[in-house]
Nanobody, 113 residues
């Protein structure tokens, strides 16, 4: 089971962009699906996007058209490009394999008005 370390979060103004990274401790090409999730204050963790080894992506309607998931198996890294951020996107963002393994610490994203 790989360990995952998320990074790239921070404070950004509404309308801004961030790119999150998820670095794995080992090879991710054995995991057909990798995904991003987020947990907003006072809410449950929710799925937002996933990608297969073949590059097929799925994005939740809440982020579709604004967020883009990608992966680089050679670097054992999964990315989440986030554009047109709004305060509703404020959350801790996590990546994981599908099926889920151990959760990392996540990276916090705060979007100001």
């Amino acid at each position: 089971q790989v360990q995952l370390v998320e990074s790239g979060g921070g404070l950004v103004q509404a309308g801004g962009s961030l790119r999150l990274s998820c670095a794995a401790s080992g090879s991710i090409d054995t995991y057909d699906r990798m995904a991003w999730y987020r947990q907003a204050p006072g809410k449950y963790r929710e799925y937002i996007a996933s990608i297969t080894n073949g590059g097929i992506t799925m994005h939740d309607r809440s982020v579709k058209g604004r967020f883009t998931i990608s992966r680089d198996n050679a670097k054992n890294t999964v990315y989440l490009l986030m554009n047109s951020l709004s305060p509703e996107d404020t959350a801790v963002y996590y990546c994981n394999t599908i099926p889920n393994g151990a959760w990392g610490q996540g990276t916090r994203v705060t979007v100001s008005k």
